[in-house]
């Protein structure tokens, strides 16, 4: 399973960016896919799950400013961000749950908002 996500990098408060992950090696269709965060110094955190039936739920903080999505044609895990704050400065992970309750994690890709 691989996991590759990207769209990571340096904004402005205000500003937006849209992160994806390509799945592959699951069946990523019956797949819930997440999206989690985790801020220097602080435990990673869970900011958005979609479901196989497109079923989403957020963080509080994600909520009215982030929206998740996929693509089960290409594979593709989505996060739109808008309005980043500084506090949005993260490193920002896909995730999933494979068969047997293995946790699979992509790599990681670096949100950096600057006040």
């Known amino acids: 399973v691989q996991l590759q996500a990207s769209g990571g990098g340096l904004v402005q408060a205000g500003d937006s960016l849209r992160l994806s992950c390509e799945a592959s090696g699951i069946n990523f269709r019956i797949n819930a896919m997440d999206w989690y965060r985790q801020a220097p110094g602080k435990p990673r955190e869970l900011v958005a799950t979609?479901?196989?039936?497109?079923?989403?739920t957020y963080a509080d903080s994600a909520k009215g400013r982030f929206t998740i999505s996929r693509d089960n044609v290409y594979r593709v895990l989505n996060l739109q961000m808008n309005s980043l704050k500084p506090e949005d400065t993260a490193v920002y992970y896909c995730?999933?749950?494979?068969?047997?309750?293995?946790?699979?994690w992509g790599q990681g890709t670096l949100v950096t908002v600057s006040s």
């Open positions: 995730h999933t749950i494979g068969q047997g309750g293995r946790h699979f």
């Open positions: 979609i479901t196989s039936d497109f079923s989403i």
